[in-house]
């Protein structure tokens, strides 16, 4: 790697403080006069209308910022990520880029689930951790926080701070002198740096090599502590970044990209992580398919900044591709800078898919409008890997589908802020679905057309509840294959309706019998479907429970306002895990319910604690945890 070239990733859960931090990072680089801030919605990461007015982030926002330490110059490329759970798609897509992560711990609100949540996903991605203890300047009461980050990973914590009074901490790397109670922890994991220690000239040298190391071996989690406001211990914290040097590993393509924006003045920007060299004018090929990127930007505080070269190991944008073939690049895909050899088989990328159940049902307002409403909400959804956008067969209707109701309520803002009001929202729901409930039965299906016996059809089957959420079908007589595959059609075709309109789930057919029309002609495929469809619709009549997906919450509300929220969840038959009361006042209420009775119940428990209360939710789209209705 590069050895001045730092890409960090900002992660933690919502408020805990990342954009406010990262604008502290950008101005004590140098990069603004004075660090933005949230409430005045003056930030470089959150310049969404929506972020500005919501005061969260929404995307993952990345900036490069220089850094001088003596005479050396670090180049940072940081990346803020949202906190809210409904956009974490955009923190999947920062761990593409990201080679260092500071996770924020708010002292005042402590571990929760986003926190367990994107630690996972470091410890699996293998990226070094340092741990910010964040809002020191509300309390210094952080002995409790360090007791549970203990259960958060199994890598070893050591701290690399002394707090001595509100207004003194001491950042024990800076120190001359040793605390050994301390910072013998940074070599202990290794025999060699033990030995290195214990035989040095310079021990204190060794202690901290041990501990740059171990960080990037994933072998130790340091935990600073400091203010993102105030700027205690940000200074600190970005120096010992500077001083890591992360190992990368080569990858067997050249860069990938890891986010897509529409620019406020660049337009239609994607961002890769590089792995090679480049410069403008340069060929990268997507799969066969080439594209010469004219130009990259890197985006800086204040803007952006035409590059010429960019290094390895680096972050930069350029003009997304347009067209057909280049519009199917995704997140996660892979470029490569020579085109494919003969016979060389490339894989494209390798980005999760997300589960995307609440669905908002968007109309325009006149229907000259419908191709404009169309062109933007593919743009909205082209920017967003947790949004999708489909078209309802009956009503001509647009489908926008997304991960949560902040999730879809947020990118409506987005249409509104190209359309205003030339689109009406129509229903907001989450998708639900069958899961059949049936005895094992043999069962005739047939169908006649008239009196006359040789253009009646019979199936002879038994029907099952499967034991997965899966459907099948199998055939254990012999069947004609234009037959079959007409029998097969239609038994899918159906089910993705048959429960009341929504997906059946759950139900195994074997067919054992056939008796085909004695005349075969083109009606005979018609008559196999309304056999098929005829049978199902009987089978399934009231035969299925409706379930959906399930969604976690977590609340942190003040003592006093416990019992009304609780009194709220009761009504929407959620169910409630556990309550943890902390020493800010507050207390943490968990549980979950039925995603769809949870629609709308944020907006209702802010309007009825005053914004005291603040949740997070996390929908299990995983189809064995979804729970009847
Ligand atoms: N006292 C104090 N308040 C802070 C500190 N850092 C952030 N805040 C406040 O905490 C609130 C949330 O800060 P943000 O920086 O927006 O938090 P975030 O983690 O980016 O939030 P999301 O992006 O929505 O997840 C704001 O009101 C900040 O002013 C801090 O170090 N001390
Ligand atoms: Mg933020």
Redesign the pocket.
């Known amino acids: 790697m590069n050895n001045n070239i730092r890409n960090i990733g900002i992660f933690?859960?919502?408020?805990?403080?990342?954009?406010?931090?990262t604008e502290r990072i950008l101005y004590e680089s140098g990069g603004l006069s004075s660090p933005g801030?949230?409430?005045d919605g003056t930030t470089e990461m959150?310049t969404l209308p929506e972020e500005i007015s919501r005061?969260?982030?929404i995307t993952a926002s990345t900036s490069m910022i220089k850094y001088k330490i003596k005479q050396k110059t670090f180049y940072i490329n940081i990346i803020?990520t949202?906190?809210?759970l409904d956009f974490h798609s955009q923190v999947d897509s920062a761990l593409l880029a990201v080679d260092i992560a500071i996770l924020?711990i708010d002292i005042t609100s402590g571990i929760r689930s986003q926190t367990e949540l994107i630690s996972k996903k470091l410890i699996d991605k293998k990226i070094p951790i340092l741990i910010f203890l964040?809002?020191?300047?509300?309390s210094i009461e952080v002995n409790e926080i360090i007791k549970n980050i203990e259960n958060l990973f199994t890598i070893k914590k050591v701290p690399v701070f002394k707090i001595i009074s509100k207004d003194e901490f001491i950042f024990l790397p800076l120190q001359k002198e040793i605390d050994e109670e301390i910072e013998l922890a940074y070599i202990e994991w290794s025999n060699e740096w033990t030995d290195k220690y214990f035989k040095a000239k310079d021990p204190k040298k060794v202690l901290l090599s041990g501990l740059r190391e171990g960080i990037q071996e994933s072998k130790l989690i340091p935990i600073f502590v400091g203010?993102?406001?105030?700027g205690i211990g940000v200074s600190e914290c970005l120096q010992f970044i500077c001083s890591l040097t992360p190992k990368i590993e080569k990858k067997p393509y050249d860069a990938i990209l890891f986010k897509k924006q529409i620019h406020p003045y660049l337009g239609r920007i994607s961002y890769i992580k590089t792995f090679i060299s480049m410069r403008e004018g340069d060929v990268l090929f997507h799969g066969d398919v080439p594209y010469r990127i004219t130009h990259f930007y890197t985006i800086i505080p204040g803007g952006v900044q035409e590059v010429r070269e960019i290094e390895a190991f680096s972050i930069a944008a350029f003009l997304s591709p347009e067209g057909n073939e280049t519009d199917t690049w995704q997140i996660g895909d892979f470029l490569w800078k020579n085109p494919p050899e003969e016979g060389e088989k490339r894989e494209i990328g390798s980005f999760p898919k997300f589960g995307k159940e609440f669905i908002q049902i968007l109309e325009p307002e006149k229907e000259k409008d419908r191709l404009e409403l169309e062109h933007v909400i593919k743009g909205v959804v082209w920017e967003d890997p947790g949004l999708d956008v489909s078209l309802k067969a009956d009503t001509g209707q647009f489908q926008m589908i997304g991960m949560g109701e902040l999730h879809l309520d947020v990118s409506i803002k987005r249409l509104e802020s190209f359309l205003q009001d030339r689109f009406t929202k129509k229903n907001l729901y989450v998708a639900s679905y069958g899961l059949i409930n049936i005895k094992n039965s043999n069962l005739i299906w047939e169908h006649h057309t008239s009196d006359l016996k040789y253009y009646s059809f019979t199936l002879e089957l038994v029907a099952s509840k499967s034991t997965t959420f899966e459907n099948s079908i199998t055939f254990s007589t012999k069947v004609q294959s234009m037959l079959k595959l007409s029998i097969e059609s239609a038994y899918f075709e159906i089910l993705s309706h048959a429960a009341d309109g929504s997906p059946l789930l759950g139900l195994s057919i074997e067919i054992n019998k056939i008796i085909p029309p004695k005349i075969e002609n083109e009606h005979s495929i018609s008559l196999t479907k309304v056999a098929v469809v005829a049978g199902i619709k009987n089978l399934v009549r009231n035969q299925f429970k409706r379930i959906s997906s399930k969604t976690n919450f977590e609340i942190l509300l003040p003592h006093s306002q416990v019992g009304l929220v609780i009194s709220m969840l009761q009504k929407r038959s959620a169910k409630i895990h556990g309550m943890e009361s902390l020493d800010s006042n507050k207390t943490i209420v968990k549980g979950s319910a039925a995603s769809e009775h949870l629609l709308g119940f944020t907006s209702a428990m802010r309007n009825l604690t005053q914004g005291k209360a603040s949740i997070s939710l996390l929908t299990d789209f995983s189809i064995d945890s979804y729970s009847e209705l």
């Open positions: 933690a859960h919502i408020d805990a403080g990342k954009t406010t931090f801030s949230v409430e959150d005061g969260i982030s803020d949202p906190g809210h924020l964040n809002k020191i300047d509300k203010s993102g406001l105030t």
